[in-house]
């Protein structure tokens, strides 16, 4: 591979979720690991772009075809650049996006990017274009060279894929079902990261409590089966790792165990992102999420009780066929039962190759975006006053760096995923520091310094 090393340069556009963001990043790694690729935030100045792309909203997936356009003239006007087109649009369209856009030389799956070298490698001895959306069963998780460690905080992939099938989502069919990684790579990976100064990890996955890993028993020796609770556990007696999120879980799977990790990790955040997607029965019934307005209630109730004050984020869809005025009033009614702290909505947008595609959908447009427009300032308010009754509390927060708007100020992080921007040594990236917060801003808070690890260690 040695010969192969070039000082070649990659841009990489990414759409959508944070688990597209991870993958963007692994796209990096395996191109530098195998073929000395670096980033580049200068398309211009690429031999290779990537879209690594979205289809679960139609405004993504049309987004990402206009900017394919884009890429055709500029193809043009570059002959030697390779375009790559990567994630869920990839998937489903396939061999269908190399008729259409001629000019893209490889399409691969949320489950091949680690083959992109080999890809690369055969479109350049062939000058075919090259296509794999495969689904190999936890190639990937082997192939991807150890994580990079960028400041204090990392993600971690748990697990892939979703088998919930609801009737709106794409997911199941993009990214396929879900294929838990194996406990020990997961273990390793965290006790890595902590050996490297990470101090917070956040585990991901499409449904990370669908977890179910393998395990070896202390005592009897035999191989006994891990949950999402087990995991958590084991990560939580890892030295030098101080605080741990996930993203996102499900309220199908969520377990008792899982609700007791609250009363028995310290280094579980006080937060929780838990999608809901509607307040009605009828609606969730029709979305297939396999749970009731009852049941998702009676979670919260019970974490509640297990971490008082933990603040709970949602997904909502709006305007999903068939819901009427009265179910969307009874979302809203379950917004103010819960009080949330942060949710995204969105309208319901139908997507092809879905069970609920074939729905009659007769609600105008209109009366959707003033639901959602109605849903979304609720929220909102809900979301500001959790910010404004943090003002004059003392908080822990994790210095992940500069602050993006002032270069002489840090960022730093709440245990509810609040930003807190503040005056303060550089010296501080890196450490956990208690703040004082001064003032709630629209999205995010100041703060100031009261005590950090260093003035802890010398008292
Ligand atoms: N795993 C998550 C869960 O437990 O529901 C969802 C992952 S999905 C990629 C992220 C969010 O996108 C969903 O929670 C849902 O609110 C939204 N979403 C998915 N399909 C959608 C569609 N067809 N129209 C509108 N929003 C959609
Ligand atoms: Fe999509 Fe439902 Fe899975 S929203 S990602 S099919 S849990």
């Known amino acids: 591979m040695a010969s192969e090393k070039s000082q070649k340069k990659v841009f990489i556009r990414t759409f959508g979720c944070q688990m597209n963001e991870y993958d963007s990043d692994k796209m990096a790694d395996v191109l530098e690991a195998a073929q000395g690729y670096t980033k580049t935030d200068k398309a211009d100045e690429a031999d290779l772009i990537l879209l690594n792309t979205c289809s679960v909203r139609e405004k993504a997936s049309e987004k990402m075809f206009s900017d394919l356009g884009r890429l055709r003239e500029f193809k043009d006007a570059k002959p030697g650049v390779l375009i790559g087109v990567g994630g869920c649009v990839a998937s489903q369209e396939g061999e269908a996006l190399v008729k259409r856009a001629p000019y893209v030389d490889i399409v691969f799956g949320p489950q091949t990017l680690h083959r992109l070298p080999a890809m690369i490698q055969r479109r350049n001895a062939t000058s075919l274009p090259q296509v794999d959306i495969s689904f190999p069963e936890n190639e990937k998780f082997d192939d991807m060279p150890p ?29 396929g079902e879900e294929i838990s990684r194996s406990f020990a790579d997961v273990m390793n990976e965290i006790r890595d990261l902590a050996a490297r100064g990470v101090k917070e990890v956040t585990l991901l996955g499409q449904n990370v409590n669908a977890y179910i890993g393998k395990l070896i028993d202390e005592e009897s020796g035999e191989e006994i089966d891990a949950d999402f609770a087990l995991l958590l556990t084991a990560v939580n007696a890892i030295p ?11 309220p199908l799977e969520f377990t008792q165990r899982l609700i007791d990790c609250y009363a028995k990790l310290p280094k579980l955040v006080s937060q929780l ?27 919260i109730r019970r974490l509640r009780e297990k971490r008082p004050g933990i603040s709970i984020s949602s997904d909502f869809i709006v305007g999903f066929p068939g819901e009427t005025e009265e179910d969307f009033n009874r979302s809203m009614k379950l917004i103010e039962d819960i009080r949330f702290d942060g949710a995204f909505s969105f309208v319901y947008s139908r997507r092809p190759g879905t069970p609920a595609a074939s729905l009659m959908d ?7 975006l003033k639901r959602l427009q109605h849903m979304q300032r609720v929220l909102e308010a809900q979301s500001t006053s959790v910010s404004e009754a943090m003002v004059g509390t003392v908080q822990r927060v994790l ?20 930003v807190v921007n503040f005056p303060a040594d550089k010296q501080l990236i890196g450490q956990f520091v208690d703040v004082v ?23």
Not at 362 to 368: G, H, R, V, W
Not at 399 to 411: H, P
């Open 273 to 299: 992102h838990l999608p809901v997607q509607s307040g009605s029965d009828t609606v969730l019934a029709a979305m297939k999420r396999g749970y009731t307005v009852m049941e998702y209630k009676s979670i």
């Open 362 to 368: 007769e609600t105008p447009q209109e009366i959707k």
């Open 147 to 175: 994580a990079r460690v960028e400041g204090p905080t990392a993600f971690v992939s748990i697990m892939e894929g979703c088998s919930k099938y609801c009737s709106f989502c794409v997911v199941p069919y993009t990214r």
């Open 399 to 418: 210095v992940e760096g500069v602050s993006r708007k002032d270069a002489s100020e840090l960022m730093a992080r709440t245990d509810n995923n609040r």
């Open 240 to 250: 030098n790792i101080e605080r741990i999120r996930y993203t996102t879980s499900h």
């Open 437 to 459: 917060i001064t003032k709630a801003m629209h999205f995010t808070l100041r703060g100031e310094v009261r005590t950090h690890e260093a003035t802890l260690r010398v008292a």
